[in-house]
């Protein structure tokens, strides 16, 4: 941690999934919706507006959730209520989300990382796994959390601040050596592509045997990388290759681009102390040794869930492949929020899952970012994602430091 600040993760908070939710600005000519959120209960509030008061307001912080009224609204959509009628849903129930962090429109993507991220990354400093995703609709923010907007420095994303919290991390750490390398990949239509390479495309997961490191794609480029300007050549290379198109929705509202393909940053560090200990083997005698600590970070920058029809016909293929892997993934979080003895989980349905394999429930300490539109059209996908923070938040993780005695070389190759 820099300076004298402490980090203010709990023993509890290594041992489950984080989770936020963070709602982007209302676009232009955008109706809004009746969603409001309190940072200090940590809960966003999904609104009935018809509905008197609950009766019973306390916060249910456990159950991650508190259901104000469970009656279907039947009223019209000129009364302020949620359109039942017009969307032919059953939304008319007010609900409040209990979670880790909630993060209202005005928040910038810096203060989004010191509050939700910083902690994590520090952690991986000195050995832990750790991974950091957005999930959410299309246009909800995903991006521009996870990248966002070199130009503005309160708006750069997740990606960069965390290798410049590394790099400061290497400086100011006088009493070990740490090296970072650095790969970036996608997620195309089921396909793992090597974004550092053009030629690496296909490429196939293996499994780490030791089970520390969890999944690894065969073939992937990865760079050593020394400060943060080469980081961002290199991901600079990566960002053009990448996946992104105009969707019928994206031109509706912003004129971006929407993200085609899943992408994951991997970073590895290694921490290596610069003093070696005089240590016995079994033969008793004493050699130098020293026990080098080793992580991986992922930065994953998912697609987003969409509607066809809000896509275009030219771009079917893609989109239900976006929409078979979300859904494993939220296979994957039902079955682990769920977890019995008996529960298989189905990881193996999709490549996303399989490489977060360690991610979801393994050696990591995991946040997600669920990201919302305020957009009143955009309720439905807003609940379901709501709901996926809540069940991700019931998912237990078994964070620990990776440590390896003289044995650094191995890891190198297991990006
Ligand atoms: N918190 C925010 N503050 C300011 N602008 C935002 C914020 N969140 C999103 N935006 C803007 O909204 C638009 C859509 O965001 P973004 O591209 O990040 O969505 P996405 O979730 O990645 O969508 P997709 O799944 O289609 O890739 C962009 O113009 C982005 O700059
Ligand atoms: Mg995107």
């Known amino acids: 941690m820099e300076g004298n600040e402490e980090e203010k993760l709990t023993e509890s908070d290594l041992s489950k999934i984080r989770v936020c939710a963070r709602m982007r600005p209302p676009f232009y000519d955008e109706?809004?919706?009746?969603?409001?959120?309190?940072?200090?209960?940590?809960?966003?509030?999904?609104?009935?507006?018809?509905?008197?008061?609950?009766?019973?307001?306390?916060?249910?912080?456990?159950?991650g959730t508190e259901r104000f009224n469970s009656t279907p609204s039947t009223t019209s959509e000129n009364s302020g209520n949620f359109g039942i009628k017009?969307?032919?849903?059953?939304?008319?129930?007010?609900?409040?989300?209990?979670?880790?962090?909630?993060?209202?429109?005005?928040?910038?993507?810096?203060?989004?990382?010191?509050?939700?991220?910083?902690?994590?990354?520090?952690?991986?400093?000195?050995?832990y796994n750790g991974t950091i995703f957005a999930y959410g609709q299309t246009s909800s923010g995903k991006t521009h959390t996870m990248i966002g907007k070199k130009t503005d420095?309160?708006?750069?994303g997740i990606d960069c601040l965390?290798?410049?919290?590394?790099?400061?991390?290497?400086?100011?750490?006088?009493?070990?050596?740490?090296?970072?390398?650095?790969?970036?990949?996608?997620?195309?239509?089921?396909?793992?592509?090597?974004?550092?390479?053009?030629?690496?495309?296909?490429?196939?997961?293996?499994?780490?045997?030791?089970?520390?490191?969890?999944?690894?794609v065969e073939g992937l480029t990865s760079l050593k990388i020394q400060n943060y300007q080469e980081f961002m050549d290199i991901f600079e290379r990566g960002e053009k290759i990448r996946n992104y198109a105009k969707t019928k929705l994206s031109e509706k509202y912003t004129d971006v681009y929407s993200s085609r393909s899943h992408t994951i940053v991997r970073?590895?560090?290694?921490?290596?102390?610069?003093?070696?200990?005089?240590?016995?083997?079994?033969?008793?005698?004493?050699?130098?040794?020293?026990?080098?600590k080793?992580?991986?970070?992922?930065?994953?920058?998912?697609?987003?869930?969409?509607?066809?029809?809000?896509?275009?016909?030219?771009?079917?293929?893609?989109?239900?492949?976006?929409?078979?892997?979300?859904?494993?993934?939220?296979k994957v979080i039902n079955s682990l929020a769920e977890k019995s003895k008996s529960t298989h989980i189905p990881f193996r349905d999709s490549k996303l899952t399989k490489l977060l394999k360690n991610s979801l429930g393994g050696n990591s300490m995991t946040s997600v970012i669920c990201t919302v539109s305020p957009n009143f059209d955009h309720l439905p996908l807003?609940?379901?994602?709501?709901?996926?923070?809540?069940?991700?938040?019931?998912?237990?993780?078994?964070?620990?430091?990776?440590?390896?005695?003289?044995?650094?070389?191995?890891?190198?190759n297991k990006l």
Not at 87 to 109: C, H, M, P, W
Not at 153 to 156: E, H, N, V
Not at 271 to 292: G, Q, R, W
Request: hydrophobic letters at 35%; charged letters at 25%; aromatic letters at 8%.
């Open 31 to 63: 109706t809004k919706a009746q969603i409001s959120m309190s940072s200090s209960l940590g809960c966003i509030e999904i609104k009935d507006t018809s509905k008197p008061a609950p009766v019973n307001s306390a916060p249910n912080a456990k159950n």
């Open 86 to 127: 017009r969307k032919q849903t059953s939304i008319g129930v007010s609900k409040r989300y209990y979670l880790d962090e909630v993060f209202a429109e005005t928040v910038s993507n810096r203060q989004v990382y010191t509050k939700f991220c910083k902690d994590l990354v520090h952690r991986v400093c000195n050995g």
């Open 153 to 156: 420095p309160d708006s750069i």
């Open 162 to 216: 965390a290798i410049q919290q590394l790099f400061d991390f290497a400086e100011e750490n006088e009493s070990s050596e740490i090296t970072i390398w650095v790969s970036y990949m996608e997620i195309y239509n089921e396909v793992i592509n090597d974004l550092l390479d053009k030629e690496g495309t296909n490429l196939k997961i293996r499994e780490d045997t030791s089970g520390t490191m969890g999944a690894y």
């Open 267 to 292: 970073l590895m560090v290694q921490n290596k102390p610069n003093n070696a200990n005089f240590v016995k083997d079994d033969e008793k005698t004493l050699h130098l040794s020293y026990s080098v």
């Open 294 to 330: 080793y992580s991986i970070l992922n930065l994953v920058d998912l697609a987003g869930s969409e509607r066809l029809s809000d896509v275009g016909m030219n771009r079917t293929l893609e989109t239900s492949h976006i929409n078979t892997s979300l859904f494993v993934l939220s």
């Open 382 to 412: 807003t609940i379901s994602t709501l709901e996926f923070a809540k069940r991700a938040k019931n998912i237990k993780v078994k964070a620990r430091a990776n440590e390896v005695i003289d044995d650094h070389d191995i890891v190198q």
